[in-house]
């Protein structure tokens, strides 16, 4: 790794810790007043949406595959991680420690069943596999709905609150760095090149089936991650959250942030957390300002708001800099 990357990583995950203690001032200031409970509600939802909405990235965007059945890994990563919580609690682990046990049982349960649908499904490409993982997502949803651990379709309570707003937003700033090291290495390169030209790519030795069943896998190991948050956060649960409504918020969200950017993904997943509440006295409109924003990007910006463009605070400062020189120069 050379020195300007290094400095590039290291100036990012600066910029990360000052974002984080700029709202964590703001909200021990009580700057919002008797909002500030609530607005920290809303930055933990981004937190964790933000962390599916990446990880659906990674298939849609860099993959260049169409799934539907994101919200079924979600599922799987929210009861399984609030099992597994319920299970521990009162066992001598600190609440961070449960939480940690939680995330990563939630993470591979959903990455092994990313395994488990991949194989199969992802010898199909285009609308017949999105046919198929939305099939699999309803399936994972009428599981659910029978299986007492989970409520047999009727609310699962008395979940743990482990989720708080800090916790959930070093997990996503985590999730977030690791995802972006994978697309910039070699296997996430390899990725690319298949997205670019499938045929190329298996021409050229690629074991394309493999590549493309890991990168699925881990797609579902991060969604498991923000749906363990999802449940930690939320307490209760039903499967109906789960059903097709979700995958498909989900998928807007990508678009409209940019397929193949991470930042994209950030920046939409965000903005399309805040969008409902800031309209919440606004009900009866919220849908249509949804529908509105997702028709104007696809009408002015086809490839989404970043395109496959990724935010760098080195590159921002670079040209602050060197526009200061010019000027001084002058």
């Known amino acids: 790794m050379s020195k300007k990357i290094r400095v590039s990583y290291l100036l990012n995950a600066v910029g990360v810790v000052l974002v984080f203690a700029v709202l964590s001032i703001l909200f021990s200031a009580g700057v919002f007043g008797t909002s500030t409970t609530y607005i920290q509600g809303i930055c933990t939802t981004a937190c964790y949406t933000v962390i599916m909405v990446a990880s659906l990235n990674l298939v849609v965007g860099f993959m260049g595959e169409f799934s539907l059945g994101h919200a079924g890994f979600v599922s799987v990563g929210a009861y399984v991680s609030a099992i597994v919580s319920g299970f521990l609690a009162g066992k001598g682990l600190p609440d961070v420690g449960l939480f940690l046990v939680a995330l990563l049982a939630g993470g591979l349960a959903a990455g092994i069943m990313g395994v488990l649908v991949g194989i199969p499904a992802l010898r199909l490409r285009g609308d017949y596999l999105a046919i198929v993982t939305m099939a699999f997502a309803e399936i994972i949803r009428v599981c659910f709905c029978n299986f007492s651990i989970t409520g047999g379709?009727?609310?699962?309570?008395?979940?743990?609150?482990?989720s708080t707003f800090p916790r959930a937003f070093w997990v996503m700033a985590v999730?977030?760095?690791?995802?972006?090291?994978?697309?910039?290495?070699?296997?996430?390169r390899t990725i690319r090149t298949i997205r670019e030209d499938y045929i190329a790519a298996s021409a050229s030795g690629i074991n394309v089936t493999f590549y493309k069943v890991m990168t699925f896998a881990i797609s579902a190991f991060f969604?498991?991650?923000?749906?363990?948050?999802?449940?930690h956060y939320m307490t209760a649960m039903i499967p109906t959250n789960f059903n097709f409504a979700y995958p498909a918020e989900l998928l807007s969200e990508v678009i409209i942030g940019?397929?193949?950017?991470?930042?994209?993904?950030?920046?939409?997943?965000?903005?399309?957390?805040?969008?409902?509440?800031?309209?919440r006295d606004f009900a009866t409109y919220r849908m249509l300002a949804y529908s509105?924003?997702?028709?104007?990007?696809?009408?002015?910006?086809p490839g989404g708001i970043f395109g496959r463009w990724e935010f760098s605070l080195t590159r921002l400062l670079e040209k602050l800099f060197s526009k200061k020189t010019v000027k001084g120069g002058v």
């Not at 805040?274 to 309209?279: C, D, F, K, S, T």
């Open 292 to 301: 509105v924003v997702l028709v104007l990007v696809m009408l002015f910006r």
């Open 258 to 279: 940019g397929t193949g950017s991470l930042t994209g993904s950030v920046i939409g997943a965000a903005f399309l957390s805040v969008l409902p509440e800031a309209m």
């Open 175 to 188: 999730c977030v760095a690791i995802m972006f090291l994978f697309v910039r290495s070699k296997f996430g």
């Open 153 to 162: 379709g009727k609310t699962m309570s008395g979940i743990l609150k482990l």
């Open 223 to 231: 969604a498991g991650i923000g749906g363990s948050i999802y449940a």
